[in-house]
């Protein structure tokens, strides 16, 4: 079965050039009953945290750690370190994990899967042996493997998330958080868009073995494509699962476009359970919110005078297009205040932050905050020229 990676087009959307935001208003809408220990929801349209509980409590991760020990693996296929149609050794240590009582792909020291297969058996059969066959490819050895997945996480900034193994065994020291866990998802889709269909197979049949994907939710809403469920006794019943739905004015010319929602339920009791709670979240997250589109990508929102340039004025903008998520009929409510360094001089480069979007409801509540940006450079003018603007900006 051949990974079809997804359109840029719809990815497109999906990341900003503003900094992730928490949600805030007036009066915050309230999410439904959730019964998970911990638990996120995430616009990533937006880059909005719609809600959460004890996103940053310290949890066991369970098989939650495969996200990361696949993103490991595809910086290698990026980097040119491995292959797809690559056959590897099974190792004696791959093997023994059948010992541990976790979930298998069942594979043995006389097969030479492919790594394909082997990231199909880790993220669709969740295969702690598939997870130690390819760390052991591209990291020499696990422990070696083990210390670029922490490596990856301190240059995320992910302070409660440390690894102590590939698979996600419980172990002392061996921890994350939802909203930790949710920032490794999100690198997924935005980083490996071409592997992120991986995580929509429904059921992978490997040495006459069929395993069906333990995330119920990709046969029961047509919109949910990821991501990974994970059970331990001391982790409880975990899902991170991932929906995209169409929306309207989401795209360009005010047409439909997709809607991306991520969420995060730790340590509830049930595989049923952590289906039915995730289901609730997507569902109130995508029936709660409008997604509005602020700006258009490349398009000017302000035009401003220029000191000591070759150009009079520039045109300002923001870094990319700009979406913001606001409660159901409040998206015609929403300001703008444009706030700029004052006085402009040149040079002036593409690109350069000289200001900030503010966008806050009609009570003034802040939403979101994003960088305003320079559209085309500006050089100095000549002597005569920055002469005169410097007594212009004297008198002024």
């Known amino acids: 079965m051949p990974i079809r990676p997804l359109p840029a087009a719809r990815l497109a959307a999906l990341f900003l050039a503003a900094s992730f935001a928490t949600l805030s208003f007036a009066q915050p809408l309230q999410p439904p009953e959730v019964a998970a220990k911990s638990y996120l929801v995430l616009d990533l349209t937006t880059n909005q945290t719609l809600a959460e509980r004890n996103a940053d409590a310290s949890a066991d991760p369970a098989s939650l750690t495969k996200l990361m020990t696949a993103y490991v693996v595809f910086q290698a296929l990026r980097d040119k370190k491995l292959t797809l149609d690559q056959e590897l050794p099974v190792s004696i240590r791959a093997w023994a994990e059948r010992k541990g009582g976790g979930s298998l792909m069942f594979i043995d020291t006389t097969m030479h899967p492919k790594v394909d297969e082997l990231l199909r058996g880790v993220i669709v059969q969740s295969g702690n042996d598939a997870s130690v066959a390819l760390a052991e490819a591209v990291g020499g050895t696990v422990e070696g493997f083990v210390a670029m997945m922490n490596r990856q996480a301190q240059a995320w900034g992910l302070k409660n998330t440390a690894f102590k193994n590939v698979a996600g065994l419980t172990e002392p ?17 935005r980083d490996f868009p071409e592997y992120f269909p ?29 991501m990974k469920t994970g059970f331990t006794d001391a982790a409880g019943y975990c899902l991170l699962a991932t929906a995209q739905r169409e929306f309207p004015n989401l795209g360009t010319a005010g047409g439909a476009g997709k809607r991306r929602i991520l969420t995060v339920v730790l340590n509830t009791t049930s595989m049923e359970a952590r289906a039915n709670e995730s289901q609730k979240l997507l569902n109130w997250g995508f029936q709660a919110f409008d997604t509005v589109r602020l700006f258009d990508d490349g398009k000017p929102i302000v035009t401003t005078p220029v000191w000591k340039g070759k150009e009079r004025e520039v045109k300002l903008a923001a870094a990319g297009a700009v979406f913001v998520s606001v409660p159901k009929g409040e998206g015609g409510k929403l300001q703008t205040k444009v706030e700029r360094t004052d006085p402009l001089v040149a040079p002036l480069t593409k690109g350069q932050r000289v200001g900030t979007i ?22 100095q003018a000549g002597l005569f020229g920055r002469a005169w603007d410097a007594i212009r900006l004297w008198i002024k």
């Open 173 to 189: 020291g061996h921890k994350s958080t939802a909203r930790d866990m949710a920032t490794v998802a999100t690198h997924i889709i």
């Open 198 to 226: 991986y995580y929509s197979v429904k059921e992978y049949r490997y040495n006459n073995i069929s395993q069906p994907n333990r995330n119920l939710l990709l046969r029961r809403d047509p919109t949910v494509d990821g």
């Open 358 to 379: 503010k966008v806050a409801t009609a009570a003034g509540t802040p939403v979101i905050e994003v960088p305003l940006v320079v559209m085309e450079g500006v050089e």
